[in-house]
């Protein structure tokens, strides 16, 4: 007895001690994901003042959780920036090289504070300087391994402060591809910290959780209004979204096409979303029409959310739901270069200027005057983005021109639609199921072909459009009942609309042929 009790105890030994090995073994295997391949970032709008003047503010953004700031930034006025600050996955323990060995000062402020610059650990690259009045602390900001960095260009210079008559002060610079500034001593000709500057790769930056998404092409209708004294109009849909995917907002169209089953927007899963805090308590602006009242509000995010844009609500009543728009968090969100928005309305009112701008994916945003708006230059980060279908794959609408034969009149249209998906599916060599929305009228067969599935090896739209026109070039393509006795009808031209993802299937302007 005492002899199985004792075998039971190292049975339960080995498989406790197997347990532990494959949580360290995994622990391990993620680790050197994000220490290797990729630099694994949070993004924050959180902010703690530091120092500030009379010309300008230097913040700190606030930690969150294991991510750690990379440096100081500057507003130039007392608010904190508008900048979606880079936190940094901290590297624990004694071999973990991501903290300054040191601080150098640079310059002192006029209020005593100094502008230190952080000594790296070896391959480590300090991206920019700090204030502190005391020495900082090393935990304060994390170094950069230098594979995950690139060289850049000082840009302007923001700031120049004299400090005395016998201290020429210092200077400020911004930083190509940063947001962060270096600083340069102007008594002394060592131009080091504005000739030997970083930043960050972009493309070695990841997130631990890439955002799930889709696309979908279901909307309803919201409202419609013309300016008729500048003969302006806009059209305002909401996305219907599918079960566990959320809505990222109302989109906006400059012309009067219905966009279901052509246009593609992109939707969330449940788990990445938020809903609004609130709306505000009042609607941003407001366009009366004979008929009703047309409010736009603004949805008010969750700390270090996003919303894309606002919503509409017709008549004067509050947003019916709190699930009409949701929210993503500011790690998804990234800032580009060029402008995101564009101006699809503007009334002409000195005193109650209004203009909507929208983006590429047509969520809009108000703006109570004629600048560009806020959201301009921020965009979703595709790259920390996962999807069933490739979204690079643009929709395309195609309506096919077809020859009539005498059997026709003894098959009923659904019967024929599917015989004429069987074919061509085989002809691009695709599921049937990517053909989708598919109609027939007296001139037209009318289709959509779905972006192919992530990672498959099935041709992608622009190859099935070139396959089908190639085969019509030869010969018409024939349509036959299954077993290939009775022939229907013979698929003749192959047109679709201009490259973009918007069709507009009766306006021949954007048509063109493909043979």
């Known amino acids: 007895m005492e002899i199985i009790i004792i075998l039971l105890i190292i049975v339960l030994f080995i498989i406790l001690l197997m347990i532990f090995q494959a949580k360290h073994k995994s622990v391990e295997d993620f680790e050197s994901f994000t220490s290797n391949d990729t630099l694994m970032i949070k993004k924050t709008q959180n902010y703690d003042k530091v120092f500030g003047n009379s010309k300008y503010t230097i913040w700190i953004p606030k930690p969150i959780n294991d991510y750690y ?41 006029n209020k005593h504070y100094a502008i230190w610059k952080p000594i790296p650990a070896t391959n480590y690259i300090a991206l920019g300087n ?6 900082p602390s090393k935990y304060l900001i994390r170094t950069i391994p230098k594979k995950f960095c690139e060289k850049t260009n000082v840009n302007n210079r923001i700031v120049k402060n004299k400090i005395s008559n016998i201290d020429k002060g210092y200077e400020l610079w911004s930083m190509d591809n940063s947001n962060l500034f270096t600083c340069n001593n102007l008594n002394n000709y060592n131009l080091d910290n504005i000739n030997h500057v970083y930043a960050l790769k972009k493309d070695s930056l990841s997130v631990e959780t890439q955002l799930y998404i889709k696309t979908i092409n279901s909307y309803k209708k919201i409202c419609s209004y013309t300016d008729t004294k500048i003969n302006k109009k806009f059209f305002v849909w909401r996305p219907i979204a599918p079960h566990n995917f959320c809505s990222l907002g109302d989109i906006i169209l400059n012309t009067n096409n219905d966009p279901n089953g052509t246009l593609d927007t ?78 699809i309305y503007n009334n002409i009112s000195d005193n109650n200027p209004l203009s909507i701008w929208s983006d590429n994916n047509h969520f809009f945003t108000i703006n109570n005057s004629y600048d560009t708006p806020i959201k301009n230059n921020y965009v979703l980060n595709m790259d920390f983005t996962k999807s069933d279908l490739d979204l690079s794959d ?24 599917n015989y004429i998906k069987t074919t061509l599916s085989n002809k691009i060599d695709i599921r049937k199921e990517r053909l989708k929305d598919m109609s ?76």
């Open 394 to 417: 643009i929709r395309k609408v195609l309506q096919i021109t077809y020859k009539k034969n005498e059997n026709l009149k003894k098959l009923s249209n659904n019967e024929l639609l």
């Open 69 to 109: 700031p990379i440096g100081n930034y500057i507003s130039f006025n007392k608010k904190p920036p508008k900048t979606m600050a880079i936190l940094v996955k901290n590297n624990i323990g004694l071999k973990s090289n991501d903290k300054p060995i040191k601080y150098d000062i640079v310059s002192i402020t």
């Open 266 to 343: 992109i939707v969330v899963h449940k788990n990445f979303c938020k809903i609004p805090l609130n709306y505000g308590s009042k609607s941003v602006s407001t366009i009366k029409t004979k008929n009703n009242t047309i409010n736009f509000w603004r949805p008010v995010p969750h700390n270090d959310y996003y919303f894309f844009g606002d919503i509409v609500v017709l008549g004067e009543e509050q947003p019916e739901a709190d699930n009409l728009i949701y929210s993503i968090s500011v790690d998804y969100i990234k800032q580009i270069k060029v402008a995101s928005h564009n101006m």
């Open 440 to 515: 027939i009228n007296e001139n037209h067969v009318i289709l959509n072909i779905e972006p192919k599935q992530t990672g498959s090896n099935e041709p992608d739209i622009n190859k099935c459009i070139y396959k089908l026109s190639k085969q019509t070039e030869i010969e018409p393509i024939k349509i036959y009942n299954k077993g290939k006795t009775i022939h229907y009808i013979s698929l003749i031209r192959i047109y679709k609309t201009d490259s973009s993802n918007f069709i507009e299937l009766d306006n021949s302007h954007f048509k063109k042929i493909l043979h």
């Open 130 to 135: 700090i204030y502190s009045k005391a020495y």
